[in-house]
């Protein structure tokens, strides 16, 4: 038996200080996320992306009385009956991209791991997540499902879950009251017991844990996905309230990979093409930051062709940079001559409006990074400025000489905003949470403390292998001679948790 | 002041299970290590690789009284009158390629950090670890300095330092006795107490603290830069036997970063070219492993036109190689079709026998790897196989049926037989020992406690930061209101521990 | 002077058997060239992509008398009055990314080199060949302009012109009719005295040279920019026929690497993942042919972490890539295993139903090649097989056991339907088109004869010139001492014509 | 029978202003090419690389009498009888590495093709050349071979050549006299009558032409490798001299791709890391030049890490480089930031003295080119500036301010001198010339008039088809239907002659 393979997230570097003095970052996308429509802790995208604008908002769902084709009635969405359909296939196109949680799936269903487990599952509502939401089902749970997001949910997708006879309560464009209203509908109902949480952003916890503190003494585990999320269960950590084990999926190895690095590399490049058309070869680039989302930024744009210039505050990453062919600058030494400021900090005020007065005419200005505060958009707002919506998520921003920059998304994550989020990186994402899920909710009882945790990294390393035959990748086996040698389980976990991959 | 920046390393994952059963890889780097002439944990390699093998050994050192011009005679080299011109020239070179170690020194010369440090210091002997020892003596320490390894000395170098006064006892092809007996001339000789250790494979350690279990009392800190060192305190450290603190450089970020990924991309390609000529472009090649070493190879083979495939035991790895575009296969499948193996797992008998039966015609096969057990070089000795030595370092090895393969330094590093490390690279090293031994040297009572530490993650950013000028590189300063926001320091440190980079 | 920088066609490599035997390939294009709405010659698409199909095509416009607010009516488009002012913006927009031909009209404003020239112009109708067109009113010319297809025609920006007084008969969807109608329109009219030809295809040439002989006599030359129209000089060359000189700008170093390798790096990137967002690491791909177009898939994708592999029939082709590092396979070995299969060639059938057959379920198939019959659509239009259009572009096309493959464009140029073209590569195109005419308009008399030429090196050198400012890019000058050295003019042409770049 | 698949080549592109004033570069590289050890037009290097330099030059071979191990004496080389073993030996392996030449001696070993000729072979000699000279031999020739070059020549090579009894004459070190001596003797031998050459720099056909104007009337052909040479003969040609068909093979494209492009990607790399051990992560290097040799020179040490600035005159191969990803830049913007200097122009005073006055501390400075005058070496012999001989080929040249500069190969191709060129490269080189031999031996009377040609296009692509199977590469055949499609011939040639690969 593995006693020690998990490992408490405290320990993994999560200072005091940091804690004592929560850092303002944080703070501020708590309260601003259910503002934009591009939350900041969005993982799922497609559905911001492809969403349309021209829907009836006159009638509130929540005052039609609905029912299915089967007669069904415990959910609350839009238009079941005419959306359910085109929902349904666009799970199914979902499904075949999406090995991982798809396997997971074929894998376990005749154990059915959760059975018995009622989840209460606040996260995004679209295709991808509801292969894995239907997972969970297949695996033995039941569901009552709210979107963590009021503008996210795709519709469609949600008719056909109610279809389906999921009990799911959610809709594009709720109101904030809307918001809580479903949640507390997934909470709180007749005959529902719930044992376990699938959150994101931590809002579901926190309306159980403050509202209905009895329902909360009945869970088992909460797995969380967001940076947000996690925070706040670390700090009802500190502060002694959280009495239950949590699982922070958002720092799982394999899903901050693909989260980050490798998906940047597509969708910098995407991002960029569909909104302006530009070519890529010979532009010159900035990218504002180098840890794994400007590394990936600059790796694509490079490979394509650009000049790419790094800033960056810590020596360890600028020297990483400037072995890997980049020039490390200050953003004042280019702004001047680049075609292309792209940040990925996730600080503030990296682009001001100091720099934006400087841009050379047809400059191109996102934001690849962690909130939407890294170019200060609010300081373009000022009378001598004129702004052009060109296209959907392009601002064409006139100086009076008549110099103009173009800001994509208006500084929000240009990637969600004018790119896609392959259901393949979401597959990672949701074999995570189902297997965190999973590893909670069979743990034998004082395996975990009532502390936030890390996926045990042999889970992280399982994840891994089911997106491999993707790949048609094959894996070597240790003989027991070489596991002998190297002193490892042959099954793994092949790597020390301080492990940099 | 920072309370919580330096980390036992203890903490940072290597669990108990794997300190029970040492694993074997260790154990035997340990027992081998002066056996082989590319000692598996030298990280100074030019001397291996420039050295001539013509040099008189009739006469040991140790029987000849020496005097440098100025009458200086506490020291034992060889040829110290007729090499130390030479030896200085090549220290000056080297001087020039080592801004770390170089800025280092001049920017702490008036402070003094090390003033009356005594330092024992056991590591190789060459041009470049000679700039270091020159620098600790510039900031104040004094120094006696044998070498770690029986092979590696160059000895003009040593004369060079023995022409300078400094008390040096080493020369290429000790005897292990010889080994012994220079060692106990740095910790044992009149009038010196040492205070400190600076260590390379653990020995200076372990012999004061077998021999001279007094002496050992005196000592403030031990800087350790192998791995096969590093485990060594860390089991004194288990059995309560490790009565002062330790700092481990091995495991820092920068001289990992820079040990592995950036240095093997160069050397790869250098130690293959030197050695066979061969031509990149089209070669098939199949690199086993694809941590740090295995992701430089697999990265600089594909950029010079070469087909990449790569073996793996952890699927976290294998999925990142799939991503980087390199089929992930077992050894067994693409042998006979590869034209180039490389191993770089730290795992034993990697490439069999059977593997070498199986390969094509004029196959090459080498090793990258920790230790020199990856290719079953032994399986090789058999009476139907003949070995031809084509060049140094080059064997050509003949089946009876007229197939042959090209075996590179005999499964050995090939990076250290038929390359050379830049002087670049070992300035990181050398400026993160410096560090170490100012930190123990300077910290305040109680800080560190006898227990083996990583470098504090400000003094590795300072590493880092000492080599940008190299680069012209410029950091960027956080603003007080941005360093709130990330609750940060200014000064750093920038990333938690755990940070992957 | 320069007798002899410019160059017959017919010298470099047409030899008499290719012309005995015309191959199928060019009869094709000239003939399907306007029953496709992708047509295979067209070079500027953004029309293409962004055209909106929901216009009312109830009322031709031959049949509306229309005049622009300054009361002009000598034109014939759509809706000039409602739609105009988009489209003079949509102008404005492509100016901006187009130096080239921007410079040159600056530069040339002045000396007005087309001053009295009277161009009959038949291309593309679209936000990017205005500014050229243009260009040309500014230089001095006269023009008279027809769409070269029917289906390309941006409305708006055929208002735009309108509105601004220039005789423009086009609209998209026009019929066969209308397209002749139109054609005419600008060959013959009141008082017009055609000088020159700017042609697309030939058919300006054709008609006027078959229906209007005697005004063809008037013609001082003519300018095409397609590999069919080309041909068709050609023939007519051959036959004595053409009694004017002709450039061929198709051929051009400048617009043959741009409209290709340049391009196509981009393009094929964005057309994968605009139609079906895939994520592109560990995808393997087969391109089918090592082309300048196939070389530019192959490197694109292998950047981004595909693994390529190449068909080639050309030996030299085949050792190229096998040097830049892809496996040369025939596509039937690979065909099971690939998940994109590109086409590149310029040929016919190299997809066919047998290989699509035998593709794994999800397989992607595109065309970046010349002509759309490179993938053997229409044998998949049988009754066992079940297409659905799952987007635009893009089509499911599912066997009876379930297996689906992933037609893109329906096996046309994807990169016309599925991403745009760069306004910077038209600008290209733009300006070789402006400065053939500028040559041949000011030639001295008995410059060039009768024939086809290539435009002259000197003015291909110009043309890339022109477009260097972009990239802040700086020229180094020949001293007359290395002027003399190379035995070259120190403004150039720099290569002989034969020089491979 | 293809009538017209061979090109004069006259007609691409040699203009009449070019012959007028034949360059000075030309004339330049002919008179100079036998003063410098690394002759400006060799391409088979290894012999300079390897070279030692203690032979003794005391007793010229042409004083001593020798004779074989069998008896044969119709040769002259150095010592016979000691190397001829170790010859034979570098012969082998070199055979392993030069699939193309190998295949051509195993598939036309029976039928013979050079049956009955009599060729005067006056080329390089060392492991690489003879595998072809024994494999003319094999296909039926009588060959009498002397050098083409006094410096070249590996003696053990020699001696092997002799002693297999082939009529031999060069030495390394050979005079001027010596030199004119040797090929004499291949020239104007009893009983020979010599029907075809092959040249590498025109010697043996000017010497022929001018001194036994009889003999070189039974020539049939001249087989040219040099550039020099080639501009001797079409100078012969333009003044009706040229008597005899010959084949330029310097300008076949699979040639030229491989000893440009291709063969630099790795001895750029490889001579720098040899010379300098340099790293080459983060280094600012600029690239004079962007053609075929620039191109490779950027590519690959941008993949390692290299930021890389271009220069350019021509404003096509600049904008080539800026959609690569490289800034253009004069040299003077850049002078005092850059590393690395590499020069590849094919011009003169690229590099002055000017330049170098203002280079930082320790810039590399090397020359890729096709001459030795890129870099003005002779500028930096004034007496302020010290030359340090650091290794073999590198020059540390130190101003008096104590600023160095390091100089590889004094200025001369450094891949030649610092490092060796692959036998791969060396058997496409090898394969042409045996191929042009052949074709002119063969071919029938009239089809060939006496003029310069290029090998015929198909048998370019044969020389690419023998190197396939190194590769494992496997082409794809035209079916009828496709042949006809493209109007080509199934077994090629499959592109025009004026190509661009």
């Known amino acids: 038996m593995n006693r020690n393979i998990e490992t408490p997230i405290c320990d993994l570097g999560f200072s005091d200080k940091q804690e004592a003095v929560q850092p303002e970052a944080l703070k501020l996308a708590s309260r601003t996320r259910r503002r934009s429509s591009a939350a900041s802790t969005c993982s799922f995208s497609s559905a911001c992306f492809t969403a349309s604008s021209d829907e009836d908002t006159v009638i509130s769902p929540r005052e039609k009385k609905q029912r299915n084709t089967k007669g069904f009635t415990d959910f609350c969405v839009k238009n079941v009956l005419s959306q359910h359909g085109f929902g349904r296939r666009e799970i199914e196109i979902a499904e075949q991209e999406m090995p991982g949680i798809m396997t997971l799936r074929k894998r376990a269903r005749e154990d059915k791991p959760l059975r018995n487990a009622n989840i209460v599952c606040c996260t995004h509502i679209n295709a991808q997540t509801a292969v894995m939401v239907e997972g969970l089902i297949e695996l033995g749970a039941s569901v009552r499902w709210a979107s963590c997001n009021i503008y996210s949910t795709q519709n469609a997708v949600a008719a056909a879950l109610a279809e389906a006879g999921i009990p799911v309560f959610a809709w594009r464009g709720e109101t904030e009251e809307d918001f809580w209203w479903c949640l507390d509908k997934c909470i709180n109902a007749p005959g529902w017991a719930p044992n376990m949480i699938l959150d994101d952003g931590g809002d579901a916890t926190h309306l159980m844990w403050k509202k209905y503190p009895e329902i909360f003494k009945g869970i088992k585990g909460i797995v969380e996905e967001s940076l947000t999320g996690v925070h706040r269960l670390y700090h009802m950590s500190k502060n002694g309230k959280l009495t239950v084990p949590a699982i922070n999926v958002n720092d799982s190895v394999t899903k901050m990979k693909f989260d980050n690095f490798y998906c940047v590399q597509d969708s910098i490049l995407d991002s960029l093409k569909r909104s302006t058309d530009i070519m890529f070869g010979g532009k010159q680039v900035v990218v504002c930051g180098y840890g794994d989302v400007g590394k990936g930024c600059a790796k694509?744009?490079?490979?394509?062709?650009?000049?790419?210039?790094?800033?960056?505050?810590?020596?360890?990453?600028?020297?990483?940079?400037?072995?890997?062919?980049?020039?490390?600058?200050?953003?004042?030494?280019?702004?001047?001559?680049?075609?292309?400021?792209?940040?990925?900090?996730?600080?503030k005020n990296i682009v001001t409006r100091e720099h934006m007065n400087?841009?050379?005419?047809?400059?191109?200005?996102?934001?690849?990074?962690?909130?939407?505060?890294?170019?200060?958009?609010?300081?373009?707002?000022?009378?001598?400025?004129?702004?052009?919506?060109?296209?959907?998520?392009?601002?064409?921003?006139?100086?009076?000489?008549?110099?103009?920059?173009?800001?994509?998304?208006?500084?929000?994550?240009?990637?969600?905003?004018?790119?896609?989020?392959?259901?393949?990186?979401?597959?990672?994402?949701a074999s995570t949470q189902a297997l965190a899920l999973i590893e909670l909710y069979n743990a034998i009882p004082g395996r975990y403390k009532n502390d936030v945790y890390l996926l045990p990294k042999k889970m992280d390393e399982y994840v891994a292998s089911l997106h491999l035959p993707t790949f048609d990748a094959h894996l070597t086996e240790l003989t027991d001679e070489q596991a002998k040698y190297l002193g490892l389980n042959k099954s793994g976990p092949f790597k020390p948790n301080y492990y940099r991959y």
Chains 1, 2, 3, 4 share one sequence.
């Open 300 to 347: 694509s744009l490079k490979a394509q062709g650009c000049i790419v210039y790094v800033t960056e505050i810590d020596p360890i990453c600028a020297l990483q940079a400037s072995m890997d062919g980049h020039r490390v600058v200050t953003l004042n030494e280019v702004i001047r001559n680049v075609d292309i400021v792209v940040t990925a900090t996730g600080n």
């Open 358 to 429: 400087r841009m050379k005419n047809g400059c191109i200005v996102c934001n690849m990074g962690h909130s939407n505060s890294e170019i200060d958009v609010n300081s373009l707002h000022t009378p001598e400025l004129t702004w052009e919506r060109v296209r959907s998520q392009v601002d064409h921003i006139i100086w009076p000489d008549g110099r103009m920059i173009i800001l994509l998304a208006e500084g929000r994550l240009v990637n969600m905003s004018c790119s896609t989020i392959p259901s393949f990186v979401v597959s990672i994402t």
